[in-house]
């Protein structure tokens, strides 16, 4: 077993330094459990009905009766904390691999049956491959999942994966899941919108940058060190915007702003309105997202 070094009183792990984590030293914290006042990071709190407790403090109050919101614990988001705090995140790595194969196996037939295409296929509808303006809608959503270049899926895959499971352990399950879900769509359907309705597109990097958004949201809900996040936002947007094109930036910006928006509804809502914040601010951005592609199919056709 790994031996910890010791903290001082005071949660760091060396006098005079910031606090960090009592159960991962590494990890400076800003949020103190209410009962024992230990300091503890996003995937060790538990909410309460007043602030945060620790799990120690969760399991030593269960089944007294004195602490009944420690025997409901939440995510700060208000979610169910699950025993797996990265099951979606394994599930939606999964997905976009057996895609990635079946693509690799099955070629070119299966990749134009997934890709995002505006309308039939260079504008030549005699090539026998329609679009979304032509009622595909479902391609917005296979697009999310689909990936060419081992290159392409290698980089969304790293980013879904150290992004979405601190998301995912902060949001909880159900929240994290529509997240990711309405950036991924949000980036297709600007996509659809503005970019030449002949030319395919493909890939989870929708998706990967609402997470990303979602996740500077957070880090400043946390008093967070904001550098990181930022410097590593400003160079994927360098890499969007690259001279030599190549990348639908459409899907990063549309992935973006849609993660940012619908994460600031669920880290602040008050906990007095948090369903109806965060369903309501999840389903403004569907609303957009169907008004997008209705207006788009209608000047397609």
């Known amino acids: 077993m790994d031996q910890q070094p010791p903290e001082e009183k005071d949660g760091s792990a060396a006098a005079g330094g910031p606090p960090t984590c009592y159960r991962h030293p590494g990890r400076e914290t800003g949020i103190r459990c209410t009962r024992c006042e230990r300091p503890i990071c996003t995937d060790c709190m538990i909410e309460a009905s007043v602030g945060f407790h620790c799990p120690e403090c969760v399991r030593q109050g269960s089944g007294t009766g004195h602490h009944p919101a420690a025997n409901r614990p939440r995510t700060l988001a208000g979610g169910s904390v699950a025993a797996d705090p990265r099951l979606v995140t394994k599930i939606l790595l999964g997905l976009n691999l057996a895609v990635f ?3 690799s ?20 509808p005699s090539a026998g491959i329609e679009g979304v303006a032509e009622g ?18 290698a980089f969304n895959m790293l980013g879904l994966w150290w992004l979405g499971g601190p998301l995912e352990a902060a949001l909880g399950r159900a929240r994290y899941l529509a997240l990711y879900l309405l950036s991924g769509l949000a980036g297709s359907a600007l996509t ?12 989870a990097s929708g998706a990967i940058f609402g997470l990303l958004g979602a996740t500077a949201v957070l880090m400043r809900r ?10 590593l936002l400003v160079v994927n947007l360098i890499f969007t915007f ?9 899907a990063h910006v549309g992935g973006l702003v849609a993660g940012a928006l619908i994460a600031i509804a669920m880290v ?7 369903n109806l914040v965060q369903y309501g601010a999840s389903g403004v951005v569907l609303v957009a997202v ?12």
């Not at 196996?105 to 030549?124: I, K, M, N, P």
């Not at 391609?139 to 999310?144: A, E, G, P």
């Not at 919108?193 to 890939?203: E, I, K, N, W």
């Not at 602040?268 to 948090?274: D, I, M």
């Open 105 to 124: 196996v099955a070629g070119r037939s299966l990749l134009d049956d997934l890709l995002l295409f505006g309308r039939a296929y260079s504008g030549d």
């Open 101 to 103: 194969i079946a693509v």
């Open 136 to 153: 595909q809608w479902y391609r917005l959503v296979t697009s999310m999942f689909l990936h060419q270049e081992v290159w392409h899926i």
């Open 242 to 250: 690259n001279p030599w094109g190549g990348i639908a930036w459409q």
């Open 268 to 274: 602040h809502a008050p906990r007095e309105r948090r």
């Open 290 to 301: 169907v008004v997008t592609v209705l207006v788009r199919t209608a000047v397609l056709t």
């Open 222 to 231: 946390m008093n967070y060190d904001m550098r990181p996040v930022i410097a």
């Open 192 to 203: 659809y919108a503005v970019s030449d309705p002949g030319q395919g597109s493909l890939g």
